[in-house]
Antibody, heavy 129, light 108 residues
Framework: QVQLVQSGSELKKPGASVKISCKAS????????LTWVRQAPGQGLEWMGWINTNTGNPTFAQDFTGRFVLSLDTSVSTAYLQINSLKAEDTAVYYC??????????????????????WGQGTTVTVSS | DIQMTQSPSSLSASVGDRVTITCRASQTVGRSVNWYQHQPGKAPKLLIY???NLQTGVPSRFSGFGSGTDFTLTITSLQLEDFATYYCQQSSSAHQFTFGQGTKVEIK
């Protein structure tokens, strides 16, 4: 079945880097972009950015530029989120999700409504000295 | 950037109640609003897309309505498994998303 499986929890010190993986299975990897979402403790969901799984081109939300890197290894159908120069405020659960365009009744056939239809299980990153 | 404002931020309800959550966009987003359910320790789950379309496998007690800037998610006859946090999300630009701040539905 279609699934995204993320790497395990990480405990890091401030200033270090972390690289989270998201392995796709059950579909052709390059068909859909992958997007990343953060949930800090006690907070809501924040969209971080997405990566084109054909070209590897990343796009980031305004609050996630600079220290954040999105990359791919298409040979193993895996996307990566790397966070450099970690800060305590990076402590959060990070999710990857498949970004898919759906058609809907009443809309032109060519029009796509973009959703996050399949999610990874989440990776907890804790930054603490 | 488009902001999504949900209300209420939390509510208490009983099993069998009808619950409505609202979401307002800071500018028109057409019908490009999705709704997700998020339970603690689990991945979020897509419920409704394009404002009113039920995702495959989602119970019919969930429904969505709206267009432009104002949207609602309604749960008729709340079940135990529906106690969770619900998020609206706009996707009016391809691959660019914004979530509302969430509405926590708690047991009364």
């Amino acid at each position: 079945q279609v699934q995204l499986v993320q790497s395990g929890s990480e405990l890091k010190k401030p200033g270090a880097s972390v690289k989270i993986s998201c392995k796709a299975s059950g579909y052709t990897f390059g068909t859909y972009p992958l997007t990343w979402v953060r949930q800090a403790p006690g907070q809501g969901l924040e969209w971080m950015g997405w990566i084109n799984t054909n070209t590897g081109n990343p796009t980031f939300a305004q609050d996630f530029t600079g220290r954040f890197v999105l990359s791919l290894d298409t040979s193993v159908s895996t996307a990566y989120l790397q966070i450099n120069s970690l800060k305590a405020e990076d402590t959060a659960v990070y999710y990857c999700a498949r970004d898919r365009g759906l058609t809907a009744a009443g809309a032109p056939r060519f029009y796509r409504f973009y959703v996050m239809d399949v999610w990874g299980q989440g990776t907890t990153v804790t930054v603490s000295s | 950037d488009i902001q999504m404002t949900q209300s209420p931020s939390s509510l208490s309800a009983s099993v069998g109640d009808r619950v409505t959550i609202t979401c307002r966009a800071s500018q028109t987003v057409g019908r490009s609003v999705n709704w997700y359910q998020h339970q603690p320790g689990k991945a979020p789950k897509l419920l409704i897309y394009a404002a009113s379309n039920l995702q495959t496998g989602v119970p019919s007690r969930f429904s969505g309505f709206g267009s432009g800037t104002d949207f609602t998610l309604t749960i008729t006859s709340l079940q135990l498994e529906d106690f969770a946090t619900y998020y609206c999300q706009q996707s009016s630009s391809a691959h660019q998303f914004t979530f509302g701040q969430g509405t926590k539905v708690e047991i009364k």
